[in-house]
């Protein structure tokens, strides 16, 4: 018998049913979730798709288990091309239209994210990481989507603290006077449910099995509307999705990582590399 489906492994083969065969998807940095819903589609139902790696900055078919020691080994070995930093986002990016996935700290109902500043930017209450190439990807690129792993009005905010990286409305209409074609992203999956992004707004169209709309209400911290085609209800992953993501591509629970803060996490990075380290010494 297998162990009660957690919100991580919901949201990897949500993300995993939106990549389709063929597909030209981008891993970013410190973002385990994503690679295991990449991972996952490979395995099952899109094998034909190719990774493009910022760690190492390489184009690649390999594929192998998460690994944080191992990562660009994992992400240079065997790569069909190593490409410079400036060709990956201004050429390749830009040209390719690959598809993404995205983790702002704030999102509002409109798709404009913050990952720059909590508070005033001058005195900020906390420095966040920065935009670097999202800005980008946020104006030229129409294929991707954002994520976040902890549904709160912290998070979806009625207006970001700072913006860096557009989404629809009225900065998407500043942006086309200045000549830039802002597209904004095209879902936002939260481990509740999903938003897709029109110009008036967040819509509410699909949610996890357990969720209810009422709660979502309670904690999003913008107004939404409803999909006219009714609410997806989202199927919980196939006991061969669970296996393939538990025992292959992620056997040490490296995509919690984005869901755990604070002493958790220091114990969850402590158990990973003691057990990669375990492994390294074994095949030693």
């Known amino acids: 018998m297998m162990a009660a489906i957690s919100k991580d492994e919901m949201m990897v083969c949500y993300m995993s049913s939106l990549i389709q065969t063929g597909d030209f998807v981008v891993?970013?940095?410190?973002?385990?979730?994503?690679?295991?819903?990449?991972?996952?589609?490979?395995?099952?139902?899109?094998?034909?798709?190719?990774?493009?790696?910022?760690?190492?900055?390489?184009?690649?078919e390999h594929t192998e288990s998460l690994s944080i020691t191992y990562l660009e080994q994992l992400t240079v070995e065997g790569c069909l091309k190593k490409v410079k930093m400036t060709e990956m986002h201004c050429d390749i990016v830009p040209s390719l239209k690959v598809k993404e996935f995205i983790r702002p700290a704030q999102v509002d109902r409109f798709g404009n994210c913050n990952n720059v500043v909590i508070g005033d930017y001058a005195k900020p209450v906390i420095r966040l990481p920065g935009a670097g190439g999202i800005t980008d990807v946020a104006a030229f690129n129409p294929n991707f989507h954002l994520y976040v792993t902890r549904h709160s009005r912290q998070t979806l905010?009625?207006?970001?603290?700072?913006?860096?990286?557009?989404?629809?409305?009225?900065?998407?209409?500043?942006?086309?006077?200045?000549?830039?074609?802002?597209r904004g992203p095209q879902?936002?999956?939260t481990d509740s449910c999903v938003?897709?992004?029109?110009?008036?707004?967040?819509?509410?169209?699909?949610?996890?099995?357990?969720?209810?709309?009422?709660?979502?209400?309670?904690?999003t911290g913008f107004p939404f509307d409803l999909s006219e085609n009714g609410i997806i209800q989202i199927e919980p992953p196939s006991e061969e999705q669970l296996r393939i993501l538990r025992e292959k591509i992620d056997p040490l629970g490296i995509r919690q990582l984005e869901l755990?803060?604070?002493?958790?996490?220091?114990?969850?990075?402590?158990?990973?590399?003691?057990?990669?380290?375990?492994?390294?010494?074994?095949?030693?």
Not at 160 to 171: A, K
Not at 196 to 218: K, P, Q, S, W, Y
């Open 27 to 60: 891993q970013g940095m410190g973002t385990p979730l994503v690679f295991s819903a990449f991972l996952l589609a490979k395995e099952t139902h899109a094998r034909e798709v190719q990774f493009m790696y910022t760690v190492g900055n390489t184009i690649s």
């Open 157 to 182: 905010v009625d207006q970001v603290d700072f913006c860096s990286s557009v989404g629809y409305g009225e900065r998407a209409e500043e942006l086309n006077r200045m000549g830039i074609r802002a």
């Open 187 to 189: 879902k936002l999956i």
């Open 195 to 219: 938003f897709r992004f029109e110009n008036e707004g967040a819509v509410l169209e699909a949610i996890f099995h357990g969720e209810t709309i009422e709660n979502i209400r309670e904690n």
């Open 260 to 284: 755990l803060t604070g002493i958790q996490r220091i114990q969850k990075l402590e158990h990973i590399l003691l057990e990669e380290d375990k492994r390294r010494r074994g095949s030693a």
